[in-house]
């Protein structure tokens, strides 16, 4: 009987408190002294029937508030993801799932830079071999042309590396090509079949005649 007494007993106390509190103009409603709101989503609602008779103004400044708030924080949230996470590696992911075709460098399999090859012409100029086995570079140009377009002229340099024996037999050790696009591509044996099998060298080396246009071969540019 006493404990039933005493539950309310602090409910008054805490229904005058806050009917106080809400009367009171130096008590807010966000104030830590009052009781009367849970929760900061309810706090205008119950301020704004208190001031204007009705809370729905105070229930459309909560969500405009709230959704600028996650507006914000979605924002921030964005772009730390995309910039700051993981070093930018999410804006690589993107940039790969969006971007057109046209925007990705793919390199040849066989495709090599300019200072690779210019390594490997190095080190055959200064090649010797046992019995005096040298190595010699070539380089021709070949020039692509199309007997309807008078203006269409396409140009590809052909480095060949051959082994010279002391009789002056030559052997060919490796090769490249720079297509027209600028790659410096080394050719295979792969690739060597795709030029006929075994007049693949003659053909790459002396030209070809083609349907619609034709191959000539440009003079030979150095030989080392």
């Not at 019995?131 to 042309?145: A, C, D, L, N, Y």
Request: charged fraction near 30%.
């Amino acid at each position: 009987m006493t404990r039933i007494f005493q539950e309310d007993h602090s409910a008054r106390a805490l229904t005058t408190r806050c009917s106080f509190a809400l009367n009171t103009s130096n008590t807010r409603s966000n104030s830590v002294e009052c009781d009367c709101v849970v929760g900061d989503a309810f706090k205008l609602w119950y301020r704004m029937s208190r001031v204007e008779a009705s809370g729905v103004t105070g229930l459309f400044y909560t969500v405009v508030i709230y959704v600028f708030c996650i507006l914000m924080s979605s924002c921030v949230l964005y772009e730390y993801v995309l910039h700051a996470h993981m070093n930018g590696r999410m804006l690589d992911n993107v940039r790969r799932l969006h971007a057109a075709d046209e925007d990705f460098f793919v390199p040849d399999d066989l495709e090599i830079g300019m200072a690779q090859l210019r390594n490997i012409l190095s080190k055959a100029q200064k090649f010797k071999g046992m019995g005096g086995v040298r190595r010699k570079v070539r380089v021709s140009e070949f020039v692509v042309t199309d007997s309807v377009d008078k203006k269409f002229v396409e140009k590809m340099v052909h480095v060949a590396i051959f082994t010279v024996e002391v009789d002056g037999g030559k052997t060919l050790y490796r090769h490249f090509l720079k297509q027209v696009n600028g790659a410096i591509v080394e050719i295979d044996d792969e690739i060597m079949e795709r030029f006929s099998g075994q007049l693949a060298l003659e053909k790459l080396m002396g030209g070809e005649e083609e349907e619609g246009g034709e191959v000539e071969k440009g003079e030979e540019k150095k030989e080392v």
